[in-house]
């Protein structure tokens, strides 16, 4: 039984062939289109019920008050309870501030120590370590915290005259901010290892010293993925919750120090959670309102990031 001539073979092969590669580009569309839709509906259902909150509370008593006292009782009055945001948000602040002036500069100098300084037999040891870090359960941290730091820097302030609670903006800041390392130091390292050699041979070529080399010509090159992995981890910090519950205190006042008990957003937001939630008032609903103010902290943060990249780029041929 004959086939068909070559000519038939051919554009059946071909047509076949057009067919799967529809057929795949079908399928990354869609998949495209999943994870689009996906971030769409995570957005629109954060603005819908802060809509909803905010029929029960005014907008500039949520975003400029600074008292955080929701009242769960209050079901057949309007008495509601007061839902200002500065606490929260300078606890959040406060630990993530104190976590990236820990964990950026011990991240970016090791990422530099690991691909410039490092032999090789003592990166291999060294970098796995570090990134062990990166898979310890955040639980962990918060015992860590709650368990030593905190008693430490307590016992540490009384002998200087610091008066440093033992659960504090400060215990959770320093935690969080070992937990990030990892974060800084891998991604900084496999940047800057990304460098041209050519770059670096000719800078010493015209007499630099190694530490000119990293200063003038590798962390130019290297900024936008740096500030990427400087921005992951300000938005771990962030958005951390089970370190900031043990450690923090939940202390939902405003402070000016960060040696106090504090709360943040995400504890905030575990907390009105918990228990029966009906989403029906605002002890509830202030849930939605929190995650879209932590949603827009994040687009303003890749927003920082994408003009510094823009700003300070270099581009090398």
Known sequence: MRSGSPEQNYHRFYSARNDVEIAVNALLMFCSAVAILTTV???????????????????????????????????????????????????TLWVATIASLVAVPIGLMTAIYLSQYAPRNVRAVIKPIIEILAGIPTIVYGFFALVTVGPFLKGAGALVGLDISATSALTAGLVMGVMIIPFISSLSDDILNQVPLAMRDGSYGLGATQSETIRKVLLPS???????????????????????????????????????????????????????????????????????????????LNIAALYIVRRFREQYE
């Not at 929701?70 to 057949?76: A, G, H, N």
């Not at 907390?271 to 103010?293: E, H, I, K, M, R």
Request: hydrophobic share 50%; glycine share 10%; charged share 10%.
């Open 41 to 91: 509906g995570i957005v629109l259902s954060l603005v819908f019920e802060a809509i909803r909150f905010f029929s029960f509370i005014n907008p500039a008593d949520f975003f400029f008050g600074t008292v955080w006292s929701p009242k769960f009782s209050s079901t057949t009055t309007n008495d509601h309870g007061q839902y200002g945001l500065l606490p929260l948000l300078t606890g």
């Open 222 to 300: 290297a900024l936008p993925g740096i500030v990427g992995a400087f921005l992951l981890a300000v938005s771990r910090a962030i958005g951390e919750t089970m370190i900031v519950v043990l450690a923090a205190g939940n202390s939902p006042v405003l402070r000016g120090t960060p040696l106090e008990p504090i709360s943040t957003i995400t504890v905030s937001i575990v907390n009105q959670l918990t228990g029966d939630t009906d989403f029906t008032g605002p002890q509830s609903l202030v849930a939605f309102a929190l995650g879209l103010t932590l949603f827009i902290m994040t687009l303003l």
